[in-house]
């Protein structure tokens, strides 16, 4: 180091500071803000750079990324999640997105909307008015259809959808489990719950791929592009097990994610009427009653800015982390090659050097945006997720389905709790259903 950088308060011998991110993560990068720009954390005993400086981060993913690969999580997640787009480096990972990208251009786009609104009003068919619903298991229940129909042309069936639901939270948690426990081993129940339910994963990954076996017909979706590219060098196209990671990356991206982000958005749309009836408004101004459609986004000005706001404040992702590949001078940090560097997305989001109000939900922030790196819901560089305006459609279209007919209250007595050891999600959300 080129100078005493600050050490988080509170760190275990052994242990680190794992103890207080599996209690609360978010607030434990958060209560690190004003430390400095660089602050020293421990995972058991690795130590990692936490970076809290938006131009130390843009450094790190955007201006010198080529000093730098994917962190010690990504690494150890290979072996549940492969070697998909999301965990890949190098050239291997450019290639991969070169494939990928025209899945996500925006003629593609306009048909996948019809598919995700049409997925949601299936949904929202046998609603009653005064019933009760565990809303996040709603959006868990729908993501995966919106994911296998739109990327895929397959219909996973509700008892697929049931099991994305059941297995991906216990995969992700293994996942990450292991990437960041100091010791060698785990306890065997615990390791076998985690390897089980990567099983039923890959079960359903493999009907996936079955349905596309011996086709080489392009049926205008990810998946066939996928499987029907072949490498300029060989000529030789993409491996099943290639085909599997991909797939597996999506459905982490696609159902995980997605979920989460939509039971934080009705959440707030529920304690704060105020937004909730500007939201209406719109819709019923704009729409005039007719089902929404992708070329009707950008006539929704004020649904984006609850999108933008939803992900500011409740981002999924509650830190990622990269590894220094070579010397960097990070501020007063010089970060030699084996560092492992941190930055935590949702901490940025909530730092009110950079977000007045931070925990206020306010979709008026928006009308004028944030200081260029301090808003970072899909990353940021070479890696930025490359299914990003995907997710911003789905959450708009979703969102406008909903709306457009229901109102959503949280039940009487109910007390929300939230959790941040792999995704930052609600545990617990019944909601009342009226209609509008």
Same mark, same amino acid.
């Given at each position: 180091?080129?100078?005493?950088?600050?050490?988080?308060?509170?760190? &275990?011998?052994?242990?680190?500071?794992?103890?207080?991110?599996?209690?609360?993560?978010?607030?434990?990068?958060?209560?690190? &803000?004003?430390?400095?720009?660089?602050?020293?954390?421990?995972?058991?005993?690795?130590?990692?750079?936490?970076?809290?400086?938006?131009?130390?981060?843009?450094?790190?993913?955007?201006?010198?990324?080529?000093? %730098?690969?994917?962190?010690?999580?990504?690494?150890?997640?290979?072996? %549940?999640?492969?070697?998909?787009?999301?965990?890949?480096?190098?050239?291997?990972?450019?290639?991969?997105?070169?494939?990928?990208?025209?899945?996500?251009?925006?003629?593609?786009?306009?048909?996948?909307?019809?598919?995700? /609104?049409?997925?949601?009003?299936?949904?929202?068919?046998?609603?009653?008015?005064?019933?009760?619903?565990?809303?996040?298991?709603?959006?868990?229940?729908?993501?995966?259809?919106?994911?296998?129909?739109?990327?895929?042309?397959?219909?996973?069936?509700?008892?697929?959808?049931?099991?994305?639901?059941?297995?991906?939270?216990?995969?992700?948690?293994?996942?990450?489990?292991?990437?960041?426990?100091?010791?060698? *081993?785990?306890? @065997? *129940?615990?390791?076998?719950?985690?390897?089980?339910?990567?099983?039923?994963?890959?079960?359903?990954?493999?009907?996936? &791929?079955?349905?596309?076996?011996?086709?080489?017909?392009?049926?205008?979706?990810?998946?066939?592009?996928?499987?029907?590219?072949?490498?300029?060098?060989?000529?030789?196209?993409?491996?099943?097990?290639?085909? /599997?990671?991909?797939?597996?990356?999506? &459905?982490?991206?696609?159902?995980?994610?997605?979920?989460?982000?939509?039971? *934080?958005?009705?959440?707030?749309?529920?304690?704060?009427?105020?937004?909730?009836?500007?939201?209406?408004?719109?819709?019923?101004?704009?729409?005039?009653?007719?089902?929404?459609?992708?070329?009707?986004?950008?006539?929704?000005?004020?649904?984006?800015?609850?999108?933008?706001?939803?992900?500011?404040?409740?981002?999924?992702?509650?830190?990622?982390?990269?590894?220094?590949?070579?010397?960097?001078?990070?501020?007063?940090?010089?970060?030699?090659?084996?560092?492992?560097? +941190?930055?935590?997305?949702?901490?940025?989001?909530?730092?009110?050097?950079? !977000?007045?109000?931070?925990?206020?939900?306010?979709?008026?922030?928006?009308?004028?945006?944030?200081?260029?790196?301090?808003?970072?819901?899909?990353?940021?560089?070479? !890696? /930025?997720?490359?299914?990003?305006?995907?997710?911003? @459609?789905?959450?708009?279209?979703?969102? @406008?389905?909903?709306?457009?007919?229901?109102?959503?209250?949280?039940?009487?007595?109910?007390? +929300?709790?939230?959790?941040?050891?792999?995704? !930052? !999600?609600? +545990?617990?959300?019944?909601?009342?259903?009226?209609?509008?």
């Amino acid at each position: 180091m080129t100078t005493i950088l600050p050490v988080a308060p509170h760190r &275990l011998p052994g242990l680190g500071h794992l103890p207080y991110l599996a209690w609360d993560q978010v607030g434990f990068y958060s209560s690190l &803000l004003d430390l400095g720009p660089v602050v020293r954390i421990y995972f058991g005993p690795m130590e990692a750079l936490l970076l809290t400086d938006p131009a130390l981060i843009h450094q790190v993913l955007v201006t010198e990324a080529d000093k %730098f690969t994917k962190g010690r999580i990504f690494r150890k997640t290979r072996p %549940f999640f492969g070697n998909g787009v999301a965990t890949s480096d190098g050239e291997f990972h450019l290639r991969q997105r070169r494939l990928m990208s025209p899945a996500f251009h925006q003629q593609r786009l306009a048909g996948y909307g019809e598919v995700m /609104r049409a997925e949601v009003e299936r949904m929202t068919k046998g609603w009653r008015s005064g019933q009760r619903i565990a809303w996040e298991k709603a959006m868990y229940a729908v993501t995966p259809h919106i994911i296998g129909k739109t990327l895929f042309h397959s219909d996973l069936g509700e008892q697929a959808a049931a099991e994305i639901h059941r297995s991906l939270p216990l995969v992700l948690q293994g996942a990450v489990t292991r990437s960041l426990n100091p010791l060698p *081993w785990m306890p @065997a *129940w615990t390791s076998r719950r985690y390897d089980v339910a990567g099983r039923r994963l890959d079960a359903i990954i493999d009907r996936i &791929l079955s349905s596309y076996a011996d086709d080489d017909t392009d049926r205008g979706d990810l998946l066939s592009m996928l499987l029907n590219a072949r490498h300029d060098d060989t000529g030789k196209g993409m491996s099943r097990q290639q085909a /599997r990671d991909e797939i597996m990356t999506l &459905l982490v991206a696609g159902t995980e994610t997605a979920a989460v982000s939509l039971s *934080w958005l009705f959440l707030e749309l529920s304690q704060h009427p105020e937004v909730e009836s500007q939201l209406h408004t719109e819709l019923d101004t704009e729409l005039a009653g007719h089902p929404i459609t992708f070329a009707d986004l950008p006539r929704l000005p004020y649904l984006r800015r609850v999108v933008d706001e939803t992900l500011r404040l409740h981002n999924p992702v509650p830190m990622s982390m990269r590894a220094a590949q070579a010397e960097v001078q990070l501020g007063p940090a010089l970060a030699r090659p084996g560092t492992e560097v +941190v930055y935590s997305p949702l901490a940025l989001h909530r730092d009110p050097r950079h !977000h007045p109000r931070p925990l206020e939900f306010d979709p008026d922030r928006w009308a004028r945006p944030p200081a260029a790196g301090t808003y970072l819901p899909f990353g940021g560089g070479r !890696h /930025r997720c490359i299914g990003e305006r995907f997710a911003i @459609a789905e959450m708009m279209i979703a969102t @406008a389905t909903i709306a457009a007919g229901w109102r959503l209250r949280l039940a009487p007595g109910s007390r +929300v709790r939230s959790a941040a050891y792999t995704t !930052h !999600h609600p +545990v617990s959300l019944p909601m009342i259903l009226e209609r509008r």
